[in-house]
């Protein structure tokens, strides 16, 4: 899956190279029989647009990698320095087009349009918008950041070109010069995207919070299980499009025998990753059932800590009979900052409710 997957990628990058080829091929031609040094100029520039769609072609086939001692889960986060680096092109490209852009208003200069520069200027459009839309779908589609990020350069080489043909159609009816204007305005939303395009990669690569949709497919999944009683602690890392690492816990019945524990965690692992191709770790929590006392203190105690301001979930009760000790997990709110002096106050609230017991709380994090 992940070959053929990566195989796409390198077939939709070879697509935009040989567009951007071909269209500074037809500038070039163009410019020299005519002996428009400008349009010269601009084939040159379709030339180096074709730099993020190799940029991306060496970033996928570096991430196809096999995994290795210093590195155990693959290359796969390869990928997401490449879409870090398309990203910033753009946004290069933007701060470049800005300055000149503004350079343009202090100081106008009036463009001069001709028959054959209108017609390429409409070429150039529909070639960059065909080949934007296409590579941006494809990128989508395969969850490649490279991708999109170079689908939308492409596609924001179009929306420049295209206020350069509104600007010389301005010019040439009413013979007002706003090239400048035009140009400012969309180079600062080809800016702002291109600094939207860098938080994604960015963000996978810092660690980004799983979706509330996926947790709760996960959960979902956990729950599906007959014996799981609560699903906690969830935490997904990505390394790579194709490989997700995680980890979550489980409450079943304090009455499951060692063996039955074993081939439940097998059973959910393998469910895991044949639905989501997660190599999931499945952790256990005893859930004391029935009508007996230990049963009722850990719905007591529950039921005393949710009650408490700021407490999001408990989870994780455990009694030590030997030192008449309970620990407990809670996952606090946002709000609360002070890991330290919740713990404090928690355990002083619960050695109120419960006196005969001593409590040992850690505070856990809400991690999806």
Known sequence: MSMDRNKRIVRVSIVGILANVLLAAFKAAVGLMAGAIAIVMDAVNNLSDALSSVITIVG?????????????????????????????????????SLVESVKKIITPTTPSYTTLTLIIIMVAIVVKLVLGYYVKREGKALKSDALIASGADALFDALVTLATLISAGIMLIWNVNLDGIFGTLISIVIIKAGAEMLASPVGELLGSRISPEFVSELKKTAMSFEEVHGVYDIIVNNYGP???????????????????????????????????????????????????????????????????????????????????????????????????????????????????????????????
């Not at 096999?66 to 946004?91: C, N, T």
């Open 60 to 96: 996928t086939k570096l991430s196809e990698r096999p995994a290795d001692h210093k590195h155990p889960f693959g290359h796969g986060r390869v990928e997401y320095f490449s879409a870090i680096v398309i990203s910033l092109i753009v946004i290069f490209a933007g701060v470049t």
């Open 242 to 368: 194709n490989v997700m690492i995680g980890s979550l816990h489980v409450s079943v019945p304090d009455n499951m025998t060692a063996r039955e524990i074993h081939l439940l965690t097998r059973t959910m692992s393998e469910k895991f990753f044949k639905e989501y191709g997660i190599i999931m770790t499945v952790g256990i929590y005893a859930d004391f059932i029935g009508d007996t006392p230990l049963a009722r203190l850990q719905k007591e105690v529950f039921q005393a800590t949710n009650e408490h301001p700021g407490v999001m979930q408990v989870h994780a009760f455990y009694f030590y009979e030997d030192r008449n000790l309970i620990t407990i997990d809670i996952v606090p709110e946002e709000t609360v900052k002070d890991d330290s002096a919740f713990a404090g106050t928690m355990k002083n609230y619960l050695l109120d409710r419960f006196p005969e017991h001593n409590f040992f709380v850690v505070v856990d994090h809400n991690y999806s």
